[in-house]
């Protein structure tokens, strides 16, 4: 067993256990990143065996780890004392930003318990949505200071070869968002920004006679399995928050770009996004999409930090004519907004040392951390 995993692509770095050769990494010495955790014999061939993670788990961490499972396939949490957590957001795209920002009030909030708690943060392969959630917390604790840097120095302590962690590209897309909300002196916080979408002009895929393309939203207000528009008296469709742009060729789901309306400026019209913006990212590498472009006209509907009374009022006409599932949403989201700028308020107005260091010993303890050693190994890589 422990040879066919050691041959199988991907070039992970592995943990030996009992002479068990375990898809485990070291990201802090008290974050870890793995794959799934089966007890299917097969799987467990290419990811984890469930009994030899909870066996490593329990012997090495008892009753002081805490696992975030982002699969969306769940598992015996006996054998992890139940101490699980799931999540689930489906591969290759990014995850809700009210997620991440769930997942880094529970992680901070476990690892301050106990200067011996450990997390363990798992999706099926231990990469992108892994990735997405290990960075987001170091760029969280201002431990790293760009989504770049995080980005590499999960690749390193994850993967054998750089560039390696986070490739999908709305996965990028929102760690990058954590720049912008912990390092952008402009930014003043979260606000309730409605936008209204006119037009998606998809353009550059090579078809066939007789092929199509077609696109379908999935937004709060919007979802692909219902047929109703919930807020259908504007021209354009409604977003907030995070918005997916579901893209099919002939019916079949083949690319779809994901954003939140939240980094959107007013004066900015036009969304662009390109073939390297586009998920999933190995369209890259098939002709047919070379020149692929998703072009957006969105226009601000109702912003609430601008005097726009007109938009304002339709805004709260159409809120207040609509059904209550309408209004729970709405209601939703304006505490999921008042949370993460809670969240965000403590994390930027902390003396920048004193976080540091107290950030610091929840991803590292006692030990020494090692991030200028990894980034300075990785800027004479590149």
Known sequence: MNFIRSILPGGKHRMMSENKSLDIAKITPRMYAMSYPSDNFIESMYHNSQDDIADYLNKNHPKKYLIFNLSG????????????????????????????????????????????????????????RTGTICCSLLLYGKILKTSQEANDYFSTKRFKKLNKGVQEPSQVRYIQYFDKMLYNPNFKGLDMRVYEIKNVYITGIKLKDGESITYKFETNFYKENESVNYLSQTNGQIVLGDVTINIYRNGNLKAWVFFNTFFIEPQNNKLFFQIKDIDPRFLLKQPDYNLMMVEIDIYPYFLNNQNNNMNRNNFINNFNNNNNLVKDMMNKEMNRIRKMNEYLYYANNKNPGQFYQENKILFFGDENDDISEVLSQINNKK
């Open 73 to 128: 396939i769940p598992y015996d949490r006996e054998k992890f004392n139940n101490s699980v957590i799931d999540y689930f957001w489906p591969d290759h795209k990014a995850p809700p930003l009210f997620d991440i920002f769930n997942i880094i009030y529970q992680a901070y909030n476990f690892l301050g318990k106990d200067k011996e708690n450990v997390i363990i943060i798992h999706c099926l392969a231990g990469k992108g």
